[in-house]
């Protein structure tokens, strides 16, 4: 299930609609549009910082005894990781810095820490490609899963797929280049997607707290997630 970004010129021009007048363009987008929601399910929604691009979000809900889009073991996979990613943020007030992120995909498996990497790549900067499991002190099963998984997080996740949005972030107290850092938040796609009272109350049963507890149930999560 790809989860691309959509051009309405590219759109236009799958159906032989370039070069038509304006007003019907708009009434054919809008038709889609709803036949998208009404039989599949889907809502066609626009970037608002990228005019004329949009995505398709899936808005149906689905249980183990209802399930109406099979993935592979593989996107399962991704997907996991995904919504722990989109926890840690959610848990962390909304933002989290490469630091933090690189400790908890450190204790999931997903990456090596520094003092385990390789010593060819030592001085290599984080999150920069590299393309084998010993070159990011990482097991076979998991680099065929997920290869370079801050790669990954950034391109497909952020770029691709509108789940995270990804910012820069200069150090200007050094010119060093491991002074370059990102900050990580939800994205559209999220932001459209995930319900977020269903994601606390599954961060809630993976750390064995109640969901209701003063002062909050982030708070009370929060408390119990390792730091």
């Not at 249980?63 to 919504?83: F, G, M, N, R």
């Not at 990804?166 to 900050?183: F, G, K, L, M, Q």
Request: aromatic share 8%; net charge neutral; proline share 4%.
């Amino acid at each position: 299930q790809k989860r691309t970004v959509h051009k309405k010129g590219d759109i236009l021009k799958a159906i032989g609609m370039t070069g038509r007048p304006r007003e019907l363009q708009d009434h054919i987008m809008d038709k889609t549009a709803q036949k998208l929601e009404h039989v599949f399910g889907m809502t066609f929604d626009e970037l608002p910082e990228k005019k004329g691009q949009y995505i398709l979000v899936n808005k149906l809900f689905q249980t183990k005894d209802d399930i109406h889009i099979e993935i592979s073991q593989k996107e399962k996979a991704h997907l996991a990781v995904l919504y722990s990613v989109l926890g840690l943020i959610y848990m962390r007030n909304g933002v989290v810095r490469d630091e933090a992120l690189d400790q908890f995909l450190e204790k999931m498996g997903l990456m090596a820490r520094g003092e385990d990497l390789p010593p060819t790549q030592v001085h290599q900067s984080r999150g920069q490609p590299r393309n084998t499991a010993a070159s990011l002190g990482i097991s076979e099963d998991i680099y065929d899963t997920f290869g370079d998984i801050k790669e990954l997080i950034r391109k497909e996740w952020g770029q691709k797929q509108h789940y995270l949005d990804i910012t820069r972030v200069d150090n200007t107290e050094s010119d060093a280049a491991e002074s370059v850092s990102y900050e990580y938040s939800w994205g559209r796609r999220a932001e459209l997607e995930v319900n977020r009272s269903d994601l606390l109350r599954k961060i809630c049963k993976l750390y064995n707290c109640l969901l209701y507890t003063s002062p909050s149930p982030r708070d009370a999560t929060l408390s119990r997630m390792p730091s």
